[in-house]
């Protein structure tokens, strides 16, 4: 079975702690993305990445940072945890030559006090 | 901005209704609608797709109905079943594959 796995299901840190929230994918794919799910605004944005070391701004980069150092794994920092960056972050991975299909993890909740 | 907007918020539904979730968008350069739902603890996963020269897709009880010149499409559940109760997103593609997400609907079916 086919997925993509993160590796915290909740998390809590303090205001001004440095995050690391990490995402592996085991089906070879070359495109992998974070969002951030908040009620009421969907999911948003945050990076993106169609390769390698390579990464893309999303809607709401400020305040994250992005690292891929291998196809399989994308790893999202929160340089300096805020309480505003509380919520579900979720990582979604896609193959570019499959139709569109985007395969999500089951997320973490973060939670900054 | 958000460029999909989707409606309602919340929904509750009788078992055996239809259930019905409505998306708008602006950009005439998205290529490709799908919806996606979500169980509680779970993330979203693909239920149903459709391209802009559709104007109706239908899987099992899952209708996805697509106006091009609206800028609108919409999602029909029939026979609305208790395990349908989720959160149900829609989304377009904006190239390059990367989704725009509505504002998500939390669909309650009550049995």
Aim: with cysteine.
């Amino acid at each position: 079975d086919v997925k993509v796995t993160q590796s915290s299901r909740y998390l809590v840190k303090r205001t001004g702690e440095k995050v690391f929230l990490e995402c592996v994918q085991d089906m070879d794919h070359e495109n992998m993305f974070w969002y951030r799910q908040d009620p009421g605004l969907g999911l948003r944005l945050i990076y993106f990445s169609y390769d390698v070391k390579m990464k893309e701004k999303g809607d709401i980069p400020e305040g994250y940072s992005v690292s891929r150092e291998k196809k399989e794994r994308f790893s999202l920092i929160l340089e300096s945890a805020s309480t505003n960056q509380t919520s579900m972050y979720l990582c979604a991975s896609s193959s570019s030559t499959a139709n569109y299909g985007y395969t999500f993890g089951s997320g973490t909740r973060l939670t900054v006090v | 901005q958000q460029q999909v907007k989707q409606s309602p918020q919340s929904l509750i539904v009788q078992k055996g209704g239809i259930s019905i979730i409505n998306c708008a968008y602006e950009n005439t350069a998205f290529d490709y609608f799908p919806w996606y739902q979500q169980f509680p603890g779970k993330g979203p996963a693909l239920l149903i797709a459709i391209r802009p020269d559709v104007s109706e897709k239908k899987e099992g009880r899952f209708t996805i109905s697509f106006n091009k010149s609206a800028k609108q499409f919409s999602l029909h559940i029939m026979d609305s079943q208790p395990g349908d109760s989720a959160t149900y997103f829609c989304a377009a593609f904006q190239g390059a594959q990367k989704l725009v997400f509505g504002q998500g609907t939390r669909l309650t079916i009550n049995p």
